[in-house]
């Protein structure tokens, strides 16, 4: 074997990255999207619920990867926008996944958990394209949404017990 001719293959594999400033924008937007997955998954994982810390991140990051790969091999925004239709849809399926009938139809479950599996796809998505800004205020509105409304919930659900 010619370790000439194994070198340059491997080289030319990882021509993606043609620069440091395009290696700092990957790391900065997947670390992103996880760590704000993360905050998002801690939360539901603090409450017990079945998506927590890892799976939130890996929805961000999964997101995240997905349209940042094309965006940045020239992909144009027209064709983008079927890849983030994919996510959305696939982010769904999973999202239905969490959701419980149970026998009375008033008692439904998961349905926090996938609107939050959703909304942490949409953040991972807004982190690879870019847009971390717009990233960090969705989830400090969704982070607030989860925590706020929960303890609004509890405080009601208290005030009855004790009625």
Do not use: Y
Not at 9 to 14: I, N
Not at 104 to 115: C, H, I, M, N, P
Request: aromatic content about 4%.
């Amino acid at each position: 074997m010619d370790l000439e001719l194994v070198l340059a293959v491997v080289s030319s594999e990882f021509t993606d990255l043609p620069d440091a400033g395009e290696v700092a924008r990957i790391v900065i937007r997947l670390l992103t999207a996880a760590l704000l997955g993360g905050l998002l998954g801690f939360n539901r994982e603090k409450h017990n619920k079945s998506a927590g810390l890892r799976t939130h991140m890996l929805v961000a990051l999964g997101a995240a990867t997905f349209v940042m790969v094309p965006q940045l091999a020239g992909m144009e925004i027209a064709d983008l926008s079927r890849v983030i239709q994919g996510v959305i849809a696939g982010i769904g399926f999973i999202g239905a996944g969490t959701i419980l009938k149970h026998h009375d139809e008033k008692e439904v479950f998961g349905l926090t958990t996938a609107a939050g599996i959703w909304m942490t796809a949409a953040i991972g998505m807004a982190c690879g394209m870019g847009r971390e800004v717009t990233a960090i205020i969705s989830t400090l509105l969704a982070w607030a949404v989860l925590g706020v409304m929960h303890k609004l919930f509890e405080a009601r659900d208290s005030k009855k017990d004790t009625a």
